[in-house]
Nanobody
Framework: QLQLVESGGGLVQPGGSLRLSCAASGGLTSDYYVIGWFRQAPGKEREGVSCISRSGGSTNYADSVKGRFTISRDNAKNTVYLQMNSLKPEDTAVYYC????????????????WGKGTLVTVSS
C-alpha cells in the first residue's frame, strides 16, 4: 500500500517562502501515481491546491495560488514538492498530499491515498 509523508511546514512571515515535500513509499513505482496537494484552513473546507501528472509534464493550480506556488516531482527520489512563494496569511492551513493511480492532471477530493498533513502558518 502506498504511504505518503509530508514535511517542510512551519511558521513563516507574509511574503516568505516554504518548500513542502511529499515522500512516497510502499506502493508501485513513483510514476504510476497522479499526486496532488490539498489544504484545509481553520474553519474552512478542504480545497485542492495543485496537481501533477505521472511524468510531471502536466500541472494545474487553484486560482488563489497561481503564479506563487509551483508543484514538481522527482520520481527517482519518490518525492513531490510544492514550492510556495509570496506567502499570504490566507495560505495558513494544514497541507496534505494525496495520490491516485492513473493518468491526467486532475486531483479530485476522492483520492486513494493521503498523508497526515503538515501545518503551514503564515503570520507576522
Amino acid at each position: 500500500q502506498l504511504q505518503l509523508v509530508e514535511s517542510g511546514g512551519g511558521l513563516v512571515q507574509p511574503g516568505g517562502s516554504l518548500r513542502l515535500s511529499c515522500a512516497a513509499s510502499g506502493g508501485l513505482t513513483s510514476d504510476y501515481y497522479v499526486i496532488g496537494w490539498f489544504r484545509q484552513a481553520p474553519g474552512k473546507e478542504r480545497e485542492g491546491v495543485s496537481c501533477i501528472s505521472r511524468s510531471g509534464g502536466s500541472t494545474n493550480y487553484a486560482d488563489s495560488v497561481k503564479g506563487r506556488f509551483t508543484i514538481s516531482r522527482d520520481n527517482a527520489k519518490n518525492t513531490v514538492y510544492l514550492q510556495m512563494n509570496s506567502l499570504k496569511p490566507e495560505d495558513t492551513a494544514v497541507y496534505y498530499c494525496a495520490a491516485r493511480p492513473g493518468n491526467g492532471n486532475r486531483c479530485p477530493y476522492g483520492m486513494d491515498y493521503w498523508g497526515k498533513g503538515t501545518l503551514v502558518t503564515v503570520s507576522s
